[in-house]
């Protein structure tokens, strides 16, 4: 039955009569739903509800917000096969994608569970005689995030349970795509005990992002997204006197050396590539292999592996890939295709055509895979975001790192190789913000912290673990010295 997704503020579902956006079902094609998308007005009353939060949520003890994220974590443990189903119906990832994302931002609730140790601050006793100093990490005031559709859980959970528990409150703007399960964690965490106003969210679009980018109330903005639209709300939160972080697209590349383990490089290829149907900032989409002989052998090991990969609805068991967001996507991704033939790239494996039986209307590809790609080439310097995999043979190690370092985008790369030196040399000098060894681009655990360089990232402060603290928190040093009270 078609439904309609709602804002969440002040602990309440707020139905209101502005624009709609409709929701698809991925797997099918069909119109499932409507999203509503917030206006100035909507806004306006989400944010007065976190600047009045504010006033006591910030004055309760870092002890008392760790033990509603820890009912908050077990809640979301109990819910998560209902969260991955919403996550699923809307997204189109396989039911198994969905809850492993849900995980990983439940690492980050599990962090920041632990915010009385965070936030514990420094003291030095006599940086001069008789005076002390020490800091102190205060909340900044009303936060937001705005999000994607890639991980509609993930992405929300890796900021606002951070946010909070420094002691701010927050908007979240998630994907007008796939925005349900944001309201069932907002629910969630309401029936954790977080006071009203403290978490709300905003259901939206590019108007509804605007009006939170220049409100006046708005402290800090963490987006996550495209990078045109993460400079876009870069520029316009920071002329607008907010701190800023804003994380872009990706182009990530993998380094295949001449000695590497081809079987495990192979796996760790295609499951990076493929997976979430490639619509993934941190999925391989360039795979750089040094000398002929590494690019035919790997060449011939991932046809295989591709032609094992069940494409289908992620609501079935054995499926691997599921479909693409929107038929508006699928256009795209299919005209990088076109785009790749044309510049003369050898097109190994054409799956764009691909559907699976009984969902000929859903938006479905099948893995592509490309040969032969020259850096000059766009299906090499675009983001294509989809399941469409580049392979660029060079001759050398000097020769790869160069092209991973000229790239403009530099979220995560990798390299496959038994030489440790050379897998030093790749950490050392490498240009990009997380990096993965034998392993493919990896996401970092949620005591480390996340983010890119060049076009990956607008601003420089990594997204949860101690940069969290760092981005939800201002630093305050106080230097004292008493002295003895003289009685009159
Ligand atoms: P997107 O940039 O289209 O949308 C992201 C958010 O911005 C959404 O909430 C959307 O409503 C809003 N938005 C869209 N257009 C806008 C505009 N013109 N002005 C203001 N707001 C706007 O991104 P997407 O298609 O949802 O997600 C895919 C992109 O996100 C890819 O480029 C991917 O690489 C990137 N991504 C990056 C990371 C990372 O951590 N670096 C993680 C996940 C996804």
């Not at 005689?129 to 929300?156: E, K, R, W």
Request: charged share 20%; glycine share 8%; proline share 5%.
């Amino acid at each position: 039955m078609a439904y309609t997704v709602a804002h969440f503020i002040n602990g309440r579902l707020l139905a209101s009569a502005e624009k709609q956006l409709p929701l698809f079902n991925p797997a099918t094609g069909d119109t499932i739903g409507h999203v509503l998308a917030a206006n100035g007005k909507i806004v306006n009353s989400a944010i007065d509800a976190a600047k009045v939060a504010f006033q006591t949520w910030s004055t309760t003890t870092p002890v008392q917000r760790a033990k509603i994220l820890f009912r908050y974590k077990e809640l979301i443990e109990k819910n998560l096969e209902s969260l991955a189903t919403l996550i699923t119906q809307e997204h189109g990832k396989t039911i198994a994608e969905a809850m492993g994302s849900i995980q990983r931002g439940l690492e980050v609730v599990d962090y920041a569970c632990g915010i009385p140790n965070h936030l514990k601050s420094n003291f030095t006793e006599s940086v001069a005689a008789g005076i002390d100093s020490y800091s102190l990490h205060q909340p900044l005031g009303v936060c937001v995030g705005i999000t994607p559709f890639n991980f509609p859980a993930m992405i929300g959970l890796w900021m606002f349970p951070m946010a909070i528990s420094c002691g701010n409150t927050f908007v979240w703007k998630p994907s007008e795509k796939d925005p349900s399960c944001s309201i069932r964690l907002a629910e969630l965490a309401k029936e954790a005990g977080l006071p009203d106003g403290v978490l709300n969210v905003v259901q939206g679009d590019k108007e509804t992002v605007d009006a939170l980018l220049i409100h006046p109330d708005v402290k800090a903005i963490s987006f996550v997204g495209s990078s045109f639209v993460a400079e876009h709300v870069y520029k316009t939160a920071m002329t607008n006197g907010k701190r800023v972080q804003a994380f872009g697209g990706a182009k990530n590349h993998c380094i295949v050396m001449p000695d590497a383990d081809l079987e495990q490089t192979t796996d760790a290829i295609v499951t990076s590539a493929y997976g979430s149907a490639g619509e993934r900032c941190m999925a391989i989409s360039v795979v750089v292999t040094v000398g002929d002989d590494v690019a035919d052998t790997l060449i011939s090991k991932m046809k295989k592996k591709i032609a094992d990969l069940k494409v289908g609805p992620g609501t079935v068991a054995d499926v691997d890939v599921g479909p693409l967001i929107t038929q508006a996507h699928w256009e795209r991704v299919k005209s990088y295709i076109e785009i790749g033939k044309k510049e003369g790239a050898t097109l190994l494996i054409d799956g764009s055509e691909y559907k699976p039986e009984k969902y000929a209307a859903g938006f479905f590809m099948g893995a592509s895979l490309f040969d032969h790609v020259t850096p000059n080439m766009r299906i090499y310097q675009d983001e294509i975001f989809g399941p469409v995999l580049s392979i660029v043979r060079v001759k050398d190690f000097d020769s790869a790192l160069k092209l991973v370092n000229e790239h403009e985008y530099g979220n995560g790369t990798a390299i496959f190789t038994r030489d440790g030196y050379i897998a030093k040399q790749f950490a050392d000098k490498v240009q990009a913000g997380m990096v993965g060894i034998n392993v493919p681009v990896p996401v970092p655990a949620a005591y480390h912290s996340f983010g890119g360089w060049k076009r990956s990232i607008f601003s420089d402060i990594g997204m949860y673990g101690m940069e969290a603290i760092r981005f939800y928190t201002r630093l305050k040093t106080v230097t004292q010295r008493w002295f003895p009270r003289t009685l009159a």
